[in-house]
């Protein structure tokens, strides 16, 4: 059984930045980040493979850096320039080689205009 802690949500002013940090604790392929925001569907925000390769929402291309640490099973979530409708739950998912998913347990940013 994999476990997903994340930290690092808040609220931070239109224009600023936040880290989000998701620690596994077991072996894993893929790891990603998607949110939710109130009255949407949980969308993907970026994910990255044990390469390395990456692939990231449009809305946040040039915005967000995920990067990942394979020695800690770490993902970081680097969001800079957030706006507002940046706000929302953000959950950190991790599949692992059989393609078995897992879920943190989410953690909120809130962008003030």
């Known amino acids: 059984q994999v476990q997903l802690v994340e930290s690092g949500g808040g609220l931070v002013q239109a224009g600023g930045s936040l880290r989000l940090s998701c620690a596994a604790s077991?072996?894993?392929?893929?790891m990603a980040w998607y949110r939710q925001a109130p009255g949407k569907q949980r969308e993907l925000v970026a994910a990255?493979?044990?390469?390395?390769?990456?692939n990231y929402a449009d809305s946040v291309k040039g915005r967000f850096t995920l990067s990942r640490d394979n020695a800690k099973n770490t993902v970081y979530l680097q969001m800079n320039s957030l706006k507002p409708e940046d706000t929302a739950a953000y959950y950190c998912?991790?599949?692992?080689?059989?393609?078995?998913?897992?879920w943190g347990q989410g953690t909120q940013v809130t962008v003030s205009s």
């Open positions: 990255i493979t044990t390469a390395g390769s990456t």
């Open positions: 077991g072996s894993i392929f893929t």
């Open positions: 998912y991790a599949q692992n080689l059989l393609g078995i998913p897992y």
